[in-house]
Structure formats: C-alpha cells, structure tokens
T-cell receptor
Framework: DAGVIQSPRHEVTEMGQEVTLRCKPI?????LFWYRQTMMRGLELLIY????????DSGMPEDRFSAKMPNASFSTLKIQPSEPRDSAVYFC????????????????FGQGTRLTVV | EDQVTQSPEALRLQEGESSSLNCSYT??????LFWYRQDPGKGPEFLFT???AGEEKEKERLKATLTKKESFLHITAPKPEDSATYLC???????????FGKGTMLLVSP
C-alpha cells in the first residue's frame, strides 16, 4: 500500500487567498484525521471523520477552516481566507477503527503539507 | 482533558550511550499509548502501542514500557540513525483520536 497520500507537499500563498489541502487515506481505513503541527503547539487535532462523517471538529480554529470527506478515499481541508498565523505543517492520518471494545488503534500519517502564508 | 508531557525536550547522546525518554500522561481511561518517530520533513512513523501497565515492547534498540502514569522509551546503544523526534500519544476509551505530546528531539553523535 502506498500509505496516506497528501498533496501538495508545499504551498506558498498570499494572505487572503483560499488554500485547499488534499488527502487520500489508506484503502480500507474507516477513520481519517487532520492534524496541524507547529513548533509552539506540537501536533493538534483539527477534525476527525469516521465512515466519511465528521465526528469531532472541535479543534478547527475558526470558521475560516472547513473539511470534507465526500467518499472513503478522499478528503480536503480548506482555509478561506488564509492568514499568516495559519502557516504550519498539516498532516492527514488514517486508521482502522475496529470497534469500541477493542484496544487502541494506531494512526498512519501522510508526509504532510507545509503551508506558508505571506 | 487528556494531557501528555514529554521530557526532556531535547537530548544529545554519544553513539553507544544508552538513555531513556519520558512520557507522562493523564487520561480518563487509557485505551492505548502510542510511540511515534518523526524525521525532519516527514510525517510521524508508528513504532509501538502499549495497552496496560506493565506491558513492554521492543524493536531493535528501542524498548517501550508503561506504568499507570507514564511511559518510557529506552534507547540502548543508540546509533546516529536513531536521531529523530520521538512523539508519545494517548487514546482514551470512547475516542479514536490521539492526543500527542510535543516530543523529544534526540540527536546521536558518532
């Protein structure tokens, strides 16, 4: 399996522009996560989908951020309008959630998108 | 709220000099504790999952252990290729999401 695939790897945009980050999870996985990583705050969960349905979006910073998962093999994270403080590395991860009674399930991460807003 | 604290923030070792990284956690009910390795410019790479106190897992020069309040990642006779940031994360019962610590940046010099 190719693993979690994210695009683009790098994005430089001007403040106020719309940015769309893309993710293809591992085939067969039913959970998808978007995380943001900065030096100051580390890895922070933005949103979590299970079976293509958003379950927890409490980490989404504000209304400028939105995420969709139209099918099991694709998700997007959109920022509109973008601001310099959105500059960070954005990771997508996927896992196979096998049920509430089973033990912890590890998440597999993509290579990330480094976003720079100038 | 689940919390994960890792120490030290950075650690510099000579090749062959063994040491341990610490991960202290508070969680409503631990479903699993995870260790990841992250190389510069790459995504976190899964290493171990620990489920209950007393459990240990090994992989090459790495051994992870778990108590009710913390986990240790022991590195025995490290090599320069072990240089990376090591991340610890917890997952609580009833949730699929992982809460991460800020990591320990390990540098192993030849």
């Amino acid at each position: 399996d190719a693993g979690v695939i994210q695009s683009p790897r790098h994005e430089v945009t001007e403040m106020g522009q719309e940015v769309t980050l893309r993710c293809k999870p591992i085939s067969g996985h039913n959970s998808l996560f978007w995380y943001r990583q900065t030096m100051m705050r580390g890895l922070e969960l933005l949103i979590y989908f299970n079976n293509n349905v958003p379950i927890d979006d409490s980490g989404m910073p504000e209304d400028r951020f939105s995420a969709k998962m139209p099918n099991a093999s694709f998700s997007t994270l959109k920022i509109q309008p973008s601001e310099p403080r959105d500059s960070a590395v954005y990771f997508c991860a996927s896992s196979l959630f096998a049920g509430e009674k089973l033990g912890g399930t590890e998440a597999f991460f993509g290579q990330g998108t480094r976003l720079t807003v100038v | 709220e689940d919390q994960v604290t890792q120490s030290p923030e950075a650690l510099r070792l000579q090749e062959g000099e063994s040491s341990s990284l610490n991960c202290s956690y508070t969680v409503s009910g631990l479903r699993g504790l995870f260790w990841y390795r992250q190389d510069p410019g790459k995504g976190p790479e899964f290493l171990f999952t620990l489920y209950s106190a007393g459990e240990e897992k090994e992989k090459e020069r790495l051994k992870a252990t778990l108590t009710k309040k913390e986990s240790f990642l022991h590195i025995t006779a490290p090599k320069p290729e072990d240089s990376a940031t090591y991340l610890c994360a917890v997952q609580a019962w009833g949730y699929s999401t992982l809460t991460f610590g800020k990591g320990t940046m390990l540098l192993v010099s030849p």
